[in-house]
Nanobody
Framework: QEHLVESGGGSVQAGGSLRLSCAGG?????????MSWFRQAPGKEREGVGA???????TYTESVKGRFTISQVDGKTSMYVQMNNLKPEDTAMYYC??????????????????WGQGTQVTVSS
C-alpha cells in the first residue's frame, strides 16, 4: 500500500500523554526523505508538528519542543510520536505524511506526497 494509516488518537486531560502511530507508505521506502506529523485544529490551517529524516534527524515546531518525540522503527515502515504534557491547544486532527523530496524538513505541505486520513486528539482542561 502507498497510503498511510494513523492510530492512537483519543481524549485526555491536560498534562496527559498519548502515542500516535503511523504505518504504511510508498512501496519503495528508500525514496522517502522524511516522515512527518501535521495537525489541523478547527478553523486553522494545517501545520507541521515535527519530522524525522532517513538518517534519524528530527525537527519540531517550537510549541511542541520538549513535549513531543518522533521515532521510527527499523525498516522505517512505521513512525510514532510520543506526546507528553498535552495542552488544550494541542487539540487537533493529526496526520502523518511522507515526502520524497529533500526539502521536507521545511514541513510544508507541498513537499509531501503521501498522507493518512488523520486521527483526532482532544485535550481537555
Amino acid at each position: 500500500q502507498e497510503h498511510l494509516v494513523e492510530s492512537g488518537g483519543g481524549s485526555v486531560q491536560a498534562g496527559g500523554s498519548l502515542r500516535l502511530s503511523c504505518a504504511g507508505g510508498p512501496r519503495y521506502m528508500y525514496s522517502v526523505y522524511c516522515m512527518s506529523w501535521f495537525r489541523q485544529a478547527p478553523g486553522k490551517e494545517r501545520e507541521g508538528v515535527g519530522a524525522i529524516g532517513r538518517d534519524g534527524r528530527t525537527t519540531y515546531t517550537e510549541s511542541v519542543k520538549g513535549r513531543f518525540t518522533i521515532s521510527q522503527v527499523d525498516g522505517k515502515t512505521s513512525m510514532y510520536v510520543q506526546m507528553n504534557n498535552l495542552k488544550p491547544e494541542d487539540t487537533a486532527m493529526y496526520y502523518c505524511a511522507a515526502s520524497i523530496t529533500p526539502q521536507c524538513f521545511q514541513m510544508s505541505e507541498r513537499f509531501y506526497k503521501y498522507w493518512g486520513q488523520g486521527t483526532q486528539v482532544t485535550v481537555s482542561s
